[in-house]
């Protein structure tokens, strides 16, 4: 852990659990306030990515005749313990990367 302090004031590994405690708002939030973090603007980023993916595809389950129920419960499921994953991790002051996400954050916090 981090004993450094985000620009917001919050301790780094504090400032990123709230990136995930939030889903997808927590990162946008943070997005918008961070101005010096790395750690924690990667974790808003991840935070976006992750949680707004999951969102749409529970949306297009919506469409889904007869197993789109099906696919919606299993993606819920699947986005809790992701978001427990992540608070976890966060907590920590680990800088874990979800497969795809947290790549596409990367990219992303190298453009910043």
């Known amino acids: ?10 301790p780094d590994h504090i400032a990123a659990a709230l990136c995930y405690f939030f889903p997808f708002i927590g990162g946008i939030v943070f997005l918008a306030l961070e101005k010096r973090s790395r750690f924690v603007l990667f974790h808003a980023l991840q935070s976006l990515i992750a949680f707004g993916a999951l969102m749409i595809a529970h949306v297009l389950c919506g469409f889904i005749p007869l197993l789109g129920p099906l696919a919606a419960s299993l993606i ?5 313990a992701v978001w427990l994953l992540m608070i976890y991790h966060a907590l920590g002051g ?5 497969p795809w ?5 990367e990219r992303q916090l190298r453009q910043l």
């Open 76 to 80: 819920s499921l699947c986005s809790f």
């Open 1 to 10: 852990m981090s004993p450094i302090r985000s620009s917001t004031g919050i």
């Open 101 to 105: 996400a947290g790549d596409i954050a």
């Open 94 to 98: 680990r800088w874990y990367r979800l």
